[in-house]
């Protein structure tokens, strides 16, 4: 019995052990090489259970909550001059009414809110157009506009941890591009749920029998399609960097198909509306429609979450964690990234583009991109956005030393200060350029031509087909 008991105990330990090291997998991502024993089955199912983890990490570590409350509050204050100008192009298309029927559909159960946002989209609208002040009044509804998409992007922008944003040129033209797509989803919707309870065609599936069953199914999944495919189209297309039409669908599907549960079980049981009712009065409608409001948004920033995790997987690293990376590591990423450039450029292969080397060096973008911008800052590096995209050296190989890419980092940023100038502060500046001078003249210090060159020249007496002397093709120059 007592060996029986250890048997069963050693088992429950393995079982443990087993479960703590998928469970670290799961949120440490940089343990990848510990995957590289595992079998098959056991590292898609880390991959698979990772992206939901890494997103619920990302949604708490991003201020999810705040950014959603923060949105609420700012597209409330929009909703109205954004509904406009969705019916002022809606009935340049003739879809009108379809846009009113889509907003009904999508307020369902609180059919007072959408009658009072209608009528006073309307009134806007129409006070927009008329009288003296018709140009200020269109102006108002594009800033709008240009307002609640432009805390969407951010929101996005931060969960990607892209610090760049669009331009008000690009911002303008972007965005009234994602508003014109608005009132045609609308009515691809709305025309989906007309035709569900159309008689006519109801009799046709009828006379199709299991065939009609079948087309009605596919039928009833359009509507939830459409929004799908919207939701995916704002989570690649708002972000101000590059996402994959892949990950993009992923966060979308997930993201609209959370919106579309949510929206039904919120109608089914109509949350706290009894003990609203009896609290607000016939105000219990404007409390009811915030806290839906606040959900949505909660959902749409999660579904963005799993874009991000499913996008980098292989290479997640928490961006909010991102200034507490150490300088040497920033100057040895810099260096990696340089070399790994810089070989491209001498074998006249296709340039690195951010996406590219994000994977060679098991990076996120969001990390990689801020060295890589300081390196173009600083002159080591150019982005050749004709033709072959991606980055070349800025230099000749042979000006460019180790020191000269740590140097670039170091540059990055202003003396902001005036330090006070006495002996001490002379002679701490004579030594620390005693010892740049050393490092200079260092041995080690070399310039990256000379540094590839014996590396270059094996991968090309391997491969015949590589370019005689690593020097660079005509064709990846930049113009």
Known sequence: MMIEGKNVLGLL?????????????????????????????????????????LAFRGFLEDKCLLRAGALTFSSMMSIVPVLALAFAMAKGFGLQGILEEFVYQNLEGQEEIANKLIEFSKAALENARGGLIAGFGILVLLWALISVLGNMEHAFNNIWGTRKHRAISRKFTDYVSIALIFPLVAGLQTTANALLVSDAVQEKFVHLGLVGAYMQSLLKLAPGVFLCIAVSFIYVYLPNTKVKLVSGLLGGTIGGSLWIVTQKLYLHFQIGVSRNSAIYGTLAALPLFLLWLHISWLLILFGAEITYAFQNVDAYRPVKFMPRISMRFR?????????????????????????????????????LDSILASMVRQHLLIRVVNGAKGYLPARPLKQIRIKSVLDALNAEGRDVFTLREDEIMAELNRRVGAIEAHALAARENEDFETLLQAECASEVSSSPSLPLGCSPSPSHLPE
């Open 13 to 53: 330990h393995a079982l443990f052990r087993s479960f703590r090291t998928f469970g670290h997998l799961l949120v440490v991502p940089h343990l990848d090489p510990e995957l590289a024993g595992r079998s098959m089955g056991f590292v898609f199912l880390v991959k698979f259970f990772r992206v939901p983890v």
């Open 331 to 367: 100057g040895l990423v810099a260096l990696r990234a340089f070399h790994a450039i810089a070989k491209r450029f001498l074998l006249g292969e296709r340039p690195y583009s951010r996406e590219e080397l994000a994977r060679e060096l098991l990076l996120p973008e969001a990390v």
